[in-house]
C-alpha cells in the first residue's frame, strides 16, 4: 500500500437525465418545447442549486424529477431505475418514500398542530415508522429547533418557523431526494438564509440530495453545483460572468 491518500470514492449516482425534453401539444399537428435535450447527474449527498426566471420550465423540471411527469423523449433513471419503466403506483410509493417536496407557500394544514403536520407522511408508513410516527416527528421539529413549538398550529408560527415544519415533514421520512421549489420566496433575505443553512445541513448529514429550484442566485449559490435554465436548456453556470449576466435576466 503506497503512502499516498487514496482518492474519495465518487457519490453515488442518484439521479441520471440524458437528452430529457418535454414537449406538449397546443394545436392540431403543433406542439411547445417546454424542455430541452437537459442533461443532469446527481449524486446521493450532493446539492444542486437550479435557477431560472418565470416560464424557463421549473415547474415542469420540478415535476420530472419528482416523477410526477415523464419526459416526452430521453431518458431518466432513479436509483439506477428507469423511470419510463416504473408503473404509476411504484412511482406513487417511491414519491412517499424517497422524495421530499419543500414549496414556497409551505402547504401546511392550517388546523392541524406543527407535530400533526409532520406526522402526515407517516401516517402511509407501515410497521414502527407507523406506530413511532409522533415521536419521530417531534424529533424531527427538534432537530430543526422548533421543540418547543411542536403543539403550535401554522397561524402562531412565524413564516421561518413555518417553512421549518415544511422541511421537517419533507425529511420526516429521511427520503434520499428533497427537491426545493422556490424555498426561501416567501421569507425575507435574513430568514431565507437561516431556512436554506438549516435544510442544506440536515440533507448533507442524511446523505440525502437536495435540488433547490429558484429564481434568486444567492440561494442557488449556496449549492455546491449551480445551474441555469434558460429557453428550456440547463447549463452550467461556471464563473462569475455567467452569473452576473444571469441576473441580469431575472426579475
Sequence with gaps: MSGTDAAPAPATELLSLRHVSRSVPIAEGQ???????????????????????????????????????????????????????????????????????????????????????????????????????????????????????????????????QQRVAIARSLVREPKLVLADEPTGALDVETGRQVMEILDGITKDSGAALITITHDLAVANMASRQFSLSQGRLNPIVDGATAEALAGELP
Excluded: C, W
Excluded at 54 to 60: D, E, I
Excluded at 74 to 99: C, H, K, L, S, Y
Excluded at 117 to 128: C, I, K, S
Design 31 to 161: 406542439t411547445l418545447t417546454i424542455l430541452a435535450d437537459i442533461d443532469l447527474e446527481v449524486g446521493a449527498g450532493e446539492h444542486i442549486g437550479i435557477v431560472g426566471r418565470s416560464g424557463t420550465g421549473k415547474s415542469t423540471l420540478l415535476n420530472i424529477l419528482g416523477l410526477l411527469d415523464a419526459p416526452s423523449t430521453g431518458t431518466m433513471e432513479f436509483a439506477g431505475e428507469p423511470v419510463q419503466q416504473i408503473a404509476r403506483n411504484r412511482a406513487a410509493e417511491i414519491r412517499g418514500r424517497d422524495i421530499g417536496f419543500v414549496f414556497q407557500q409551505f402547504n401546511l394544514l392550517p388546523g392541524r398542530t406543527a407535530v400533526e403536520n409532520v406526522e402526515a407522511p407517516l401516517m402511509y408508513g407501515t410497521g414502527r415508522e407507523f406506530r413511532n410516527r409522533r415521536r419521530l416527528a417531534a424529533a424531527m421539529l427538534e432537530r430543526l429547533g422548533l421543540g418547543d413549538r411542536i403543539d403550535m398550529k401554522p397561524n402562531r408560527l412565524s413564516g421561518g418557523e
